[in-house]
């Protein structure tokens, strides 16, 4: 594992062990099991989505903060653009986030019932019962950070809370433990997406070859997401022409002034190109393909 993985893993057992200090696993669960189920993940039927993040801090670019003038402005923002989940970063001490910013988005979201993730370094199904617990209606499990067992737990708990998973894999070796892990849960009721992370956590320079390389080791009857680099609209595009039905968008959203005209100006592009895959397809399916599209 990363340096910078093994420092976020530490952080996340303390940050456990103390919120475990302040609540018990029962009384938490108490708390969330009957609590009115999130905010359904909908995917668009045009063939691409955003899930768009909200980031304050991070290792690779630092403060991110510069055009946040509130949270709950910039989430709405990221709902009126058009995201079908918004990602909020709850670690604190390399990305600035906290559960109180998870919560903030989730109630200024639910009016829109537009569902916000957790984004951290779960090691626990307790803090998956925190997320729900903030109102949070899906997950990101990295598996690079986690045996088989565990992710099975993370994804048990996220299942009985009616929350999204974001499966996350950063290269072959994560590719074949997800598709083991989801090929024993076959039939399962849950939602489920599979995740490409571009970035490179030594170096944290992003490369979204990675997204070409690892495609064809993808777990199949799951949304597809590609992480981490997607900054401009001849990205979407590029991703979306690979075949990810998602991408993840953090920095560049980060950075833009207006984040809402951004996010929806890569939704168009992203869902004209699936359109246009779509019918590259229908034609070749059909036989009425120009030769370059045999
Ligand atoms: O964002 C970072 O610098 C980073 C460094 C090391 C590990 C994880 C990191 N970010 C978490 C993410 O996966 C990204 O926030 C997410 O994919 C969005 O990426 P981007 O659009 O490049 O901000």
Redesign the pocket.
């Given at each position: 594992m990363s340096g910078?993985l093994t420092e976020m893993a530490q952080g996340s057992l303390d940050r456990l062990e103390r919120a475990r200090a302040a609540e018990s696993e029962q009384a938490l669960w108490a708390r969330v099991s009957d609590a009115p189920p999130p905010p359904p993940l909908r995917l668009s039927p045009e063939g691409f989505d955003v899930i768009a993040?909200c980031?304050l801090h991070?290792?690779?670019?630092g403060d991110l903060s510069a055009h946040t003038v509130d949270i709950e402005s910039r989430i709405k923002a990221y709902a009126n653009g058009g995201a079908c989940a918004v990602s909020v970063l709850t670690e604190p001490t390399r990305f600035g986030g906290s559960l109180a910013h998870l919560q903030q988005a989730a109630r200024v979201l639910l009016p829109a019932k537009v569902p916000v993730m957790r984004?951290d370094f779960l090691v626990d199904p307790y803090q998956v019962m925190e997320a729900r617990a903030a109102g949070a209606g899906g997950v990101l499990v990295i598996v690079r950070m986690l045996d088989r067992s565990r992710i099975t737990e993370l994804l048990d708990c996220a299942a009985m809370l009616k929350m999204f998973v974001l499966i996350e894999a950063f290269d072959q070796a994560d590719l074949a433990v997800a598709n083991e892990v989801l090929a024993a849960r076959k039939g399962h009721d849950e939602q489920t997406l599979v995740g490409i992370?571009c970035?490179d956590?030594e170096k944290?320079g992003?490369d979204l070859s990675r997204l070409e390389d690892l495609a064809e080791y993808l777990p199949e009857g799951h949304p597809h997401v590609a992480?981490?680099?997607?900054?401009s609209i001849d990205d979407v595009k590029r991703v979306v022409d690979i075949g990810y039905a998602l991408a993840?968008?953090?920095?560049?959203l980060m950075h833009s002034q207006e984040p809402c005209e951004l996010l929806d100006a890569m939704l168009a592009a992203g869902r004209e190109c699936a359109l246009a895959a779509r019918g590259r397809s229908l034609r070749i399916a059909t036989g009425v393909a120009g030769k370059d599209e045999q």
């Amino acid at each position: 594992m990363s340096g910078l993985l093994t420092e976020m893993a530490q952080g996340s057992l303390d940050r456990l062990e103390r919120a475990r200090a302040a609540e018990s696993e029962q009384a938490l669960w108490a708390r969330v099991s009957d609590a009115p189920p999130p905010p359904p993940l909908r995917l668009s039927p045009e063939g691409f989505d955003v899930i768009a993040e909200c980031k304050l801090h991070s290792p690779s670019a630092g403060d991110l903060s510069a055009h946040t003038v509130d949270i709950e402005s910039r989430i709405k923002a990221y709902a009126n653009g058009g995201a079908c989940a918004v990602s909020v970063l709850t670690e604190p001490t390399r990305f600035g986030g906290s559960l109180a910013h998870l919560q903030q988005a989730a109630r200024v979201l639910l009016p829109a019932k537009v569902p916000v993730m957790r984004k951290d370094f779960l090691v626990d199904p307790y803090q998956v019962m925190e997320a729900r617990a903030a109102g949070a209606g899906g997950v990101l499990v990295i598996v690079r950070m986690l045996d088989r067992s565990r992710i099975t737990e993370l994804l048990d708990c996220a299942a009985m809370l009616k929350m999204f998973v974001l499966i996350e894999a950063f290269d072959q070796a994560d590719l074949a433990v997800a598709n083991e892990v989801l090929a024993a849960r076959k039939g399962h009721d849950e939602q489920t997406l599979v995740g490409i992370n571009c970035r490179d956590l030594e170096k944290l320079g992003v490369d979204l070859s990675r997204l070409e390389d690892l495609a064809e080791y993808l777990p199949e009857g799951h949304p597809h997401v590609a992480e981490s680099g997607v900054a401009s609209i001849d990205d979407v595009k590029r991703v979306v022409d690979i075949g990810y039905a998602l991408a993840l968008i953090g920095t560049a959203l980060m950075h833009s002034q207006e984040p809402c005209e951004l996010l929806d100006a890569m939704l168009a592009a992203g869902r004209e190109c699936a359109l246009a895959a779509r019918g590259r397809s229908l034609r070749i399916a059909t036989g009425v393909a120009g030769k370059d599209e045999q």
